[in-house]
C-alpha cells in the first residue's frame, strides 16, 4: 500500500521533505500541498517534477479524503492549529519542531492525542535518528563508561541574520539538544541557568551570541551547552558523554582529510540540512512505516511538550541570570515508553 501524504508549508523544509517522500523514500507519495504562496507551491511542484493538488489552506489538506496522513512543515504558529486539526480527523501528522509556540499549546495537542485513545503525532526531532548519536546512545545504554556523570556539548552554527533574536538561541537552535539530551540521558531537568560571555563582534543588537546553558537533572547529571550561531568557521555539532568509567563523544561527520600546501586538514560542513540529511530520510521513513503499521514509535507529543517545559525555563533564565527551576509534570501512562 502506498501512503497518500498531504504537505502544509512548500517552505524550504516542507520542499526538501516532499522531494525525500517521493524521490528517497518507499512506501509514500505526497498527493496534497498548501501554502498561503499558491503559485509558490506551483512553482515548487514543477521544479520537483511532482504532481499534487494544491490547496491554499491547510484545512482542506487534512479533510481531502485523498490524505492519509499529514506532514506539518508551515510556519510556526500554524504548528498547533494544523496538528490539533489532524488528531480531530483522525490522520496521523508528522509536525515539524516546533509543536507548539508555548508548552500551553503543546499540551492541549498532548490533551487532545490522549483523548483520541490513540497516538497520532510525531514531532520532527530528527537526532534521534542520526548515526552518530544513535551510537553513542548505544554506547550509555550498553554500560560502556559506567553512568553518566556530565555533558559537554555544543551548537555553533556559521552565521545567523538579523532577524535571529537572543531568545530564538532557545527556541529554534537549542531546542534540538533539549530533546535529544533527554533521549540520550532518559532523564528529565530540573533546573537551568544561562550565562552570556563576552559577545562576539559578528553579532548585532538584538542577539547576545554566545550563550552556554548550564542544567541539572532529575537524577543529578550536570549538562553544559555552548550556543555559539555566529562562530564563522562552519556548522559544528558536539557532544562528549562523560560516565563513571569512560568518556563518550559523539562522532564528527565523514570527512576526507587531505594533505595540501604543508598542512593537514578536513573539511567542515556549513550547512545544518548536510549535516543531518540521512537523519532526515530515516526519521521520515520509519514515520511511514509506522503509520503503514499502525503505531508510532518516534518523538511524541509528549516529547515536544518536555522539549517546550524547558524551554520556557531557559527563557526566564536568560532574564532572571540565576538558576531556574524545570516543572515537568510526571509522563502520562499513554505515553509510556
Not at 509514500?28 to 490547496?55: E, F, H, M, P, W
Not at 496522513?69 to 486539526?85: G, K, Y
Not at 538561541?169 to 539538544?177: F, P
Request: glycine share 8%; net charge negative; charged share 25%.
Amino acid at each position: 500500500m502506498t501512503l497518500k501524504l498531504g504537505v502544509i508549508g512548500t517552505g524550504a523544509i516542507g520542499q526538501e521533505h516532499i522531494r525525500r517522500c517521493n524521490n528517497v523514500l518507499q512506501g509514500a507519495k505526497v498527493v496534497a500541498v498548501s501554502d498561503i504562496n499558491t503559485d509558490g507551491a506551483r512553482a515548487a511542484l514543477q521544479r520537483l517534477n511532482i504532481d499534487a493538488q494544491v490547496y491554499q489552506d491547510g484545512h482542506e489538506v487534512i479533510n481531502s479524503p485523498e490524505v492519509d496522513a499529514v506532514l506539518v512543515t508551515s510556519w510556526d504558529p500554524t504548528h498547533e492549529e494544523f496538528t490539533l486539526a489532524a488528531i480531530a480527523a483522525g490522520k496521523p501528522v508528522f509536525c515539524e519542531k516546533p509543536l507548539a509556540l508555548s508548552a500551553e499549546g503543546c499540551r492541549r495537542i498532548v490533551d487532545a492525542e490522549i483523548k483520541h485513545g490513540k497516538r497520532l503525532v510525531q514531532v520532527g526531532f530528527m537526532r534521534p535518528y542520526d548515526a552518530g548519536y544513535r551510537a553513542l546512545k548505544k554506547v550509555i545504554t550498553d554500560g560502556e563508561i559506567g553512568e553518566p556523570l556530565m555533558l559537554h556539548c555544543a551548537h555553533r552554527n556559521q552565521s545567523v541574520g538579523e532577524n535571529y533574536t537572543t531568545d530564538m538561541a532557545i527556541t529554534n537552535t537549542l531546542i534540538h539538544e533539549l530533546d535529544v539530551l533527554r533521549w540520550l540521558t532518559e532523564d528529565d531537568y530540573k533546573s537551568v541557568q544561562v550565562v552570556f560571555p563576552r559577545t562576539t563582534s559578528k553579532s548585532h543588537a538584538k542577539l547576545k551570541d554566545p550563550q552556554i546553558v548550564l542544567f541539572e537533572t532529575q537524577k543529578g547529571i550536570r549538562i553544559d551547552v555552548e550556543i555559539f550561531v555566529n562562530c564563522a568557521y562552519g556548522y559544528d555539532i558536539q557532544c562528549e558523554v562523560v560516565g563513571e568509567e569512560g568518556i563518550a563523544k559523539l562522532p564528527e561527520p565523514s570527512a576526507i582529510q587531505t594533505r595540501k600546501n604543508a598542512r593537514l586538514g578536513n573539511a567542515l560542513l556549513t550547512d545544518w540540512k548536510d549535516r543531518f540529511i540521512d537523519a532526515y530520510d530515516v526519521e521520515l521513513q520509519a514515520f511511514i512505516n509506522d503509520v503503514k503499521a499502525g503505531e508510532l514509535s518516534g518523538p511524541s507529543a509528549w516529547d515536544g511538550f518536555a522539549a517546550s517545559v524547558a524551554a520556557d525555563a531557559c527563557l526566564k533564565a536568560q532574564n532572571s541570570g540565576g538558576i531556574e527551576p524545570v516543572d515537568m509534570p510526571s509522563r502520562p501512562d499513554f505515553y509510556a515508553r
